[in-house]
């Protein structure tokens, strides 16, 4: 799986990186068909120290997106991917089932 990183508005350190990086290649056990990710950091307000992280999945024929805000990059980070675990167990199941449907030999 691709997994790019952009930083807006600031120069993310090399570990904030690697820690997105990991966090999202996690998301693979739950759904092996991610073909890549996008993960954006930005400050959504400087003054207040909001800080938000957007991560967008790109699956068979499909985006996944997930946003996040909170005082720190790990913990934004921590609930969109929370979010797309629900999200990507959803999908799957619901591609399971349309499978399982298109299977039935009418009697």
Same mark, same amino acid.
């Not at 990991?22 to 950091?41: A, M």
């Not at 979010?83 to 030999?105: A, H």
């Given at each position: ?14 570990s904030?990186?690697e820690?997105a990086e990991?966090e999202v290649k996690?998301?693979?056990k739950f ?6 990710s996008?993960?954006i950091?930005s400050y /959504? ?6 800080k938000?992280? /957007?991560?967008?999945?790109?699956v068979f024929?499909?985006k996944?997106f997930?946003?996040e805000?909170?005082d720190?990059?790990?913990k934004?980070i921590d609930?969109a991917v /929370?979010?797309l /675990?629900?999200q ?6 619901k591609?399971r ?11």
């Amino acid at each position: 799986m691709n997994v790019q990183v952009t930083a807006r508005r600031f120069k993310a350190h090399e570990s904030l990186r690697e820690y997105a990086e990991n966090e999202v290649k996690k998301l693979v056990k739950f759904y092996d068909g991610i073909l890549s990710s996008d993960v954006i950091l930005s400050y /959504e307000k400087p003054k207040d120290s909001v800080k938000t992280a /957007e991560i967008t999945l790109v699956v068979f024929g499909k985006k996944i997106f997930a946003k996040e805000s909170s005082d720190e990059f790990t913990k934004s980070i921590d609930n969109a991917v /929370e979010k797309l /675990e629900r999200q990507l167990k959803k999908y799957k199941t619901k591609k399971r089932d349309r499978k399982k449907s298109n299977l039935k030999v009418p009697l």
